[in-house]
């Protein structure tokens, strides 16, 4: 199985802050890596899939990179919407996911 | 738009199996070569993936809960569901059914508002 590890598991941050949330997979996922959002009572929202395509809908101020073992989603501006909780999830095998980072209002 | 409802019993008792539907409306689960998935989420937890039916109707597994879990489709009433045998407190989670999308990996584009299961006597 492949192990996701998001860094960091939360993170305080002001509206219009520039954010940037680590994914680590335990092996090379090459760039089958896929970012979610949640808030709470709500199902996973996806923003971006194959590490750098913006899902169609999803503001610009989201964006993805990385390959192998190592991703980010950064987000360039944080608006009041965006606090909630990310996920990674690698589609290269199996499915798996991080634990989540829960991004909360400074 | 596609619209995905899962429904089904709410509460289970240990040992017994867990059952639940997922209505998908605003296309048909037959076209498009799309595969279904279920995923949960204990309370206050993160996503475990559970398992997919693809368009063929041939079935993946989580191998943690292979020995459990049985996904099947119905074609005609445009449903997926899942069973889940012997249950325990472990098994408590909020249940999604959702939609796979595949880019030579797979991603969930489309997802179920969720269900809460409780298991418990």
């Known amino acids: 199985d492949i192990q996701m590890t998001q860094s960091p598991s939360s993170l305080s941050a002001s509206v219009g802050d520039r954010v940037t949330i680590t994914c680590r997979a335990s092996?090379?996922?090459?760039?089958?890596l896929n970012w979610y959002q949640q808030k709470p009572g709500k199902a996973p929202k996806v923003l971006i899939y194959?590490?750098?395509t913006l899902q169609s809908g999803v503001p610009s101020r989201f964006s993805g990179s990385g390959s192998g073992t190592d991703f980010t989603l950064t987000i360039s501006s944080l608006q009041p919407e965006d606090f909630a909780t990310y996920f990674c999830?690698?589609?290269?095998?199996?499915?798996?996911f991080g634990q989540g980072t829960r991004l909360e209002i400074k | 738009q596609l619209q995905l409802q899962e429904s089904g019993s709410g509460l289970v008792k240990p040992s017994q199996t867990l059952s639940l539907t997922c209505a998908v409306s605003?296309?048909?689960?037959?076209?498009?070569?799309?595969?279904w998935t279920w995923i949960r989420q204990p309370p206050g937890k993160g996503l475990e993936w559970i398992g997919y039916?693809?368009?063929?109707?041939?079935?993946s597994y989580n191998p943690s809960l292979k020995s459990r879990v049985t996904i099947s489709v119905d074609r005609s009433r445009n449903q997926f569901s899942l069973k889940l045998d012997s249950v325990t407190a472990a098994d408590t989670a909020v249940y999604y059914c959702?939609?796979?999308?595949?880019?030579?990996?797979?991603?969930?584009?489309?997802w179920g508002q969720g269900t809460l299961v409780t298991v418990s006597s």
């Open positions: 959702a939609r796979v999308l595949d880019f030579g990996g797979h991603y969930f584009d489309s």
């Open positions: 605003g296309g048909s689960i037959n076209s498009g070569g799309y595969s």
């Open positions: 039916i693809y368009q063929s109707g041939s079935t």
């Open positions: 092996q090379s996922i090459r760039s089958y």
């Open positions: 194959a590490a750098s």
């Open positions: 999830q690698q589609g290269y095998s199996t499915p798996s």
